[in-house]
């Protein structure tokens, strides 16, 4: 709730309090940071308002939050009957009202910029609590009354009714069943839902949305639920005659049946990765050509776009390094290469690559994947120069070992390459067997 409905406390923050240490009422104020003072929760020292913000600085959990309101001539605070502070939102809590084990009564309060998240928030919370109340499912409202006398009673835990045809959730999942199996599914998901024939002849439903659902918002959620507690997995599938696969896609799937058949298992894993990963551990240096750097990464592990499906494939080796061996893997996905020739500066390639990890290095095999997939996309081995088939000469890539890797030449390009991989790359990713590599370019095929 914290991180994604309030926005990490900019547009709500929560608080708990153990109700038999306040009294109410309760008042919300703003005031001057020194005119505030109080225990913080987990702290025995009295602390200003101002003066916590300084403390806090050094805090790695609560200094993220510090920049809401410290800069602000005025602080929120909550106060009890006895002026006793119950919080800072969106700061802290009071060390007078923590909950403890011997907590046997709750309170709980939404400070918010936006009512209508706030009330949300408050409804899943006080949903969630209820179960473990000593009578499940009871709560006691609140009322709340502002400065200007408007007053209303919280939490509002009303059910929201919608109206949904039965047409559009058919037409929508592709899916055509009686209205009263269509209602069942929809009260497994939580959504009570009576059909009835309107006025056009048309069955509709009328889905009555519990304070646990606010993720309902439209009539396509209703239809995604009911997709889900039907199983997508049995809707029958159709082709549109004016739809047609793309010839990269429909080659993708066949080259991946061809991999798992020969014994891989295929992984899916991101397409943004970190700059030590995509460069450092795998030994290469940046020579600023081909890597897409994003601007603004949320994360260190998405600071790049890969170049390759290296990195990707022996960190999944390197967080699963005790499976059972071998192990033998596979991913067929798209690279960013930086490409001037491009509107946006870069274009996707779609690469194979698969990795044998075992008691010994697998080279063979991996050279007889190499050799299996040309066969198999119609690419005959020839002399080298010969522009007609693929052949393979000796490369000298730094993730590779020396003397153990070769480059795929098609038609006068290089495509790919395969070896056994360098030691040092092997350790950098945590991998303690030998492993054998190989990434082809297959959109090169078509």
Known sequence: LCLYLCRRRTLVAIGTHDLDTIEGPFTYEALPPPEINFIPLKQ???FRADELMQFYKSDMKLKKFLHIIENSPVFPVIYDRSRTVLSLPPIINGAHSAISLKTKNVFIECTATDLTKANIVLNTMVTMFSVYCERKFEVEPVEVIYDDGKSYISPDLSLYQMMV?????????????????VARSLNKMQLHAKHSVLENNETGFTIS????RSD?????????????????????????????????????????????????????LFILCSYKE?????????????????????TAEFEVSRTSLMNGILKSIGHNKDHPKPIKIFEVGD????????????????????????????????????????????????????????YILSSNEPEFLPGR??????????????????????????????????????????
Request: aromatic residues 8%; proline residues 7%; negative net charge.
């Open 44 to 46: 025995t020292k009295n």
């Open 165 to 181: 045809n039965l047409s559009y959730i058919s037409s929508t999942i592709g899916v055509s069943l009686p209205a009263h199996e």
């Open 209 to 212: 949305v519990p304070p646990t």
């Open 216 to 268: 309902i918002l439209h009539p396509i959620d209703v239809a995604e639920d009911f997709g889900i507690s039907y199983g997508y997995n049995e809707i029958p599938k159709k082709k549109i005659p004016s739809v047609k696969p793309q010839i990269l896609n429909q080659f993708t799937d066949l080259i991946k049946e061809e991999i798992a058949m020969a014994g891989y298992t295929e992984v899916l």
């Open 278 to 298: 995509n460069f450092t551990m795998l030994n290469r240096k940046d020579d600023k050509s081909t890597a897409v750097i994003n601007g603004n990464p949320r």
């Open 335 to 390: 690279v960013v290469l930086l490409d001037e020739t491009k509107d946006v500066g870069a274009s996707n390639r779609r690469h194979l690559a698969a990795v044998y990890c075992g008691v010994t290095s697998g080279f063979e095999l991996i050279h007889g994947l190499v050799d299996r997939v040309m066969e198999v996309t119609g690419n005959p081995f020839v002399s080298p120069g010969d522009k007609t088939g693929y």
């Open 405 to 446: 890797q070769a480059s795929i030449i098609y038609k006068g390009k290089q495509v790919g390459t395969f070896g056994i991989v360098h030691p040092q790359v092997l350790d950098n990713f945590g991998i303690p067997d030998p492993c054998s590599y190989m990434e082809v370019d297959i959109e090169s095929f078509l």
